[in-house]
T-cell receptor, first 109, second 117 residues
Framework: EDQVTQSPEALRLQEGESSSLNCSYT??????LFWYRQDPGKGPEFLFT???AGEEKEKERLKATLTKKESFLHITAPKPEDSATYLC??????????FGKGTKLSVKP | GAVVSQHPSWVICKSGTSVKIECRSL??????MFWYRQFPKQSLMLMAT?????????EQGVEKDKFLINHASLTLSTLTVTSAHPEDSSFYIC?????????????FGPGTRLLVL
């Protein structure tokens, strides 16, 4: 069964304190791994798609990496506006997105 | 680019009434649209997948007759919650796949919060 597990559930950082979010997955025939950001009461905002192990993508203070079993979202020198829930999802052989429960990130000034 | 809108953003209705939610891709054509439901502190759960001009494919456990989906054009899909009950109260989110783009990438609307009294 395709499955996505994100850790930690919640993460509190001080402004400027870099850290990483983890997404472990089990999927038959990975077609893509996705990272989204979701603010309270809003729909997910697309961040990255990764397709193969070793691939990396960056956007401002965020960097996503992918291995055969997990993905990391690295946040460098975060700011309060980076506070949100970060969702990881995979697309497998069925073609549907399977989401993890997310990591709620809080960045304090 | 790749903007998806939903209307209404929130709705309160009485038990037994029907509610229609619209999902539009504003600046692109969407071959496929998806409808999700999200309960508080829970992940997004796929309800159904719809392609323009054909019947929607529902996930296991989702009642077809209760959640009616119409995908009339490449930019519009609607979800109608028929005879809504309090347990249908949730956050409903649509997404769209970009025609000609990476087929797996979905762009999400802002969501519709439904409260059934």
């Amino acid at each position: 069964e395709d499955q996505v597990t994100q850790s930690p559930e919640a993460l509190r950082l001080q402004e400027g304190e870099s850290s990483s979010l983890n997404c472990s997955y089990t999927v038959s025939g990975l077609r893509g791994l996705f990272w989204y950001r979701q603010d309270p009461g809003k729909g997910p905002e697309f961040l990255f798609t990764l397709y193969s192990a070793g691939e990396e993508k960056e956007k401002e203070r965020l960097k996503a990496t992918l291995t055969k079993k997990e993905s990391f979202l690295h946040i460098t020198a975060p700011k309060p506006e980076d506070s949100a829930t970060y969702l990881c999802a995979v697309s497998g052989s069925q073609g549907n997105l399977i989401f993890g429960k997310g990591t709620k990130l809080s960045v304090k000034p | 680019g790749a903007v998806v809108s939903q209307h209404p953003s929130w709705v309160i209705c009485k038990s037994g009434t029907s509610v229609k939610i619209e999902c539009r891709s504003l600046d692109f054509q969407a071959t496929t649209m998806f409808w999700y439901r999200q309960f508080p502190k829970q992940s997004l759960m796929l309800m159904a997948t719809s392609n323009e001009g054909s019947k929607a494919t529902y996930e296991q456990g989702v009642e077809k007759d209760k959640f009616l989906i119409n995908h009339a054009s490449l930019t519009l899909s609607t979800l109608t919650v028929t005879s809504a009950h309090p347990e249908d109260s949730s956050f409903y989110i649509c997404s769209a796949g970009l025609a000609g783009g990476p087929e797996e990438t979905q762009y999400f609307g802002p969501g519709t919060r439904l409260l059934v009294l």
